[in-house]
């Protein structure tokens, strides 16, 4: 089991900027890959950015140049920072883990375990 705990969701102004923490746990198992995922009301829900144990990144081409994800291995934590929001961001961000050691990025059925999301609000 991986607990996933989010937070740093907030309301930001156009151009502004949020850093997201993702806080990982768990007893016998340790995460291979953390998912960052959006979903805005009405659409489905949609990858962001991942990260590997390793250190290896993936972005979706909407967020690439804005966001960066990082790792506090000491700490157990992910990290979102995102910069130049945009109203377009706005959504419920989620993060997701796999004790796989196999990912397609951005693919939520490939990810077990959530955290319960933290509300991200771009106004323009």
């Known amino acids: 089991q991986v607990q996933l705990v989010e937070s740093g969701g907030g309301s930001v102004q156009s151009g502004g900027s949020l850093r997201l923490s993702c806080a990982a746990s768990?007893?016998?198992?340790?995460?291979?890959?953390i998912n960052w995922f959006r979903q805005a009301p009405g659409k489905k829900r949609e990858g962001v950015a991942g990260?590997?144990?390793?250190?290896?990144?993936w972005y979706d081409d909407s967020v690439k140049g804005r966001f960066t994800i990082s790792q506090d291995r000491a700490k157990n934590t992910v990290f979102l920072q995102m910069n130049s929001l945009k109203p377009e961001d706005t959504a419920m961000y989620y993060c997701?883990?796999?004790?796989?050691?196999?990912?397609?990025?951005?693919?939520?059925?490939?990810?077990?375990?959530w955290g319960q999301g933290t509300q991200v609000t771009v106004s323009a």
């Open positions: 997701a883990a796999t004790t796989q050691t196999f990912v397609r990025w951005g693919l939520v059925s490939d990810f077990a375990y």
């Open positions: 768990g007893s016998s198992v340790s995460w291979e890959f």
């Open positions: 990260i590997s144990q390793a250190g290896t990144t």
